[in-house]
């Protein structure tokens, strides 16, 4: 059974850092994609930044500089080391994932292309 799980999120100054984490396991594969999708109130989910299994990333223009994904080799692990943070950036962030042979692909932004789902961590920003 797939089970995504956050951590991480708080209040932060702006201006400030974050490291968030998503911890995977009951994965029946090594290829895939994962995310780190956020959702402010009264707005639609927004693809922040995306990682295939063989590395690649994407990022939203929004984050480009500022925030970088990294994985972990043991485990099946996401982080999410966030920079710079602006009031602008305050969410809910949740940790997605689907199972794929050919990396993220260029739907990667898009929050349907995702069937797995973590249940969110609050990023606040002021």
């Known amino acids: 059974h797939v089970q995504l799980v956050e951590s991480g999120g708080d209040s932060v100054q702006d201006g400030g850092s974050l490291r968030l984490s998503c911890a995977a396991s009951g994965w029946p594969t090594n290829r895939y994609c994962m995310a780190w999708v956020r959702q402010a109130p009264g707005k639609e989910r927004e693809g922040v930044a995306a990682?295939?299994?063989?590395?690649?990333?994407e990022y939203a223009d929004s984050v480009k500089g500022r925030f970088t994904l990294s994985k972990d080799a043991s485990r099946l692990t996401l982080y999410l080391q966030m920079s710079s943070l602006d009031p602008e950036d305050t969410a809910t962030y949740y940790c997605a994932a689907v199972v794929s042979f050919y990396g993220c692909g260029g739907a990667w932004s898009i929050s349907t292309h995702y069937r797995y789902w973590g249940q969110g961590t609050q990023v606040t920003v002021s």
């Open positions: 990682i295939s299994s063989d590395g690649t990333t």
